[in-house]
């Protein structure tokens, strides 16, 4: 459990930054990304590496958000319209897929979104891509991973997904809610990012200067090693000044 979570805090705004690079062997980056920081609506998609179309699957996914996330306001309204239109492009990409020729195919994307305003932070998730949050030198994972090894096989091979958008007819999507406080420092990414740097690495990063930081978190990631696809966008929480 977070410290404080009942703790309403004061009014509050955010900075943020994104960064996303193609692997190094990669011909197309099957990350998408969006920051749409006037609605406080953060999305990485990451489409599914070894299947047809992983980068229309995660283009997808960003561009409804994009559209749904002005719809309404108030943070309720606006994580039901995020989930609706999750629920619709699965359906799209089920029926895309089904149209190719050939048997088994697949056009998917794991989803990461954060919705957050001044008091409140919605994290809604599908598959392998992650949420931190960092709060008063602390790193926490806010998303639990939907593969095999997280959730039934600690032996199984890293990556086998148990979710994803388009993968199954029904789309299960988790939800987590927790409060904000001022310099908390919120990291959404693609597995890209998490398969070479480590918690320790994650939070010693986190408390650099949030101008920049995202470019130097793949940075970081290219150099420990990362061939994939690698995307992060940070958002930090700081108290409004008159």
Known sequence: MLENDLVTPPSLTWHCC??????LRHIVNEDAAAELADVGVFVVADGMGGHTDGALASRSIVEIIRCVAYMHDGLDARVADIEAALHSVNEALRREAASRPGSNVIIGSTVAVLVVNEHYAVCIWGGD????LRRR??????????????????????GILTRAVGSA???????????????DTFLVCSDGLTKVLSDEDLNALLAEPIEGLAARLVASAVDGGSTDDISAILVRCTEKTI
């Open 18 to 23: 994104s960064a996303t690079r193609a692997g």
């Open 129 to 132: 891509s992650r949420i931190y």
């Open 137 to 158: 030198d602390h790193l926490y994972q806010l998303t639990k991973d939907h593969t095999l090894q997280a959730e039934e096989d600690a032996d199984a091979p890293s």
């Open 169 to 183: 007819e029904t789309l299960d999507l988790d939800r987590v809610v927790t409060t904000v406080e001022p310099d």
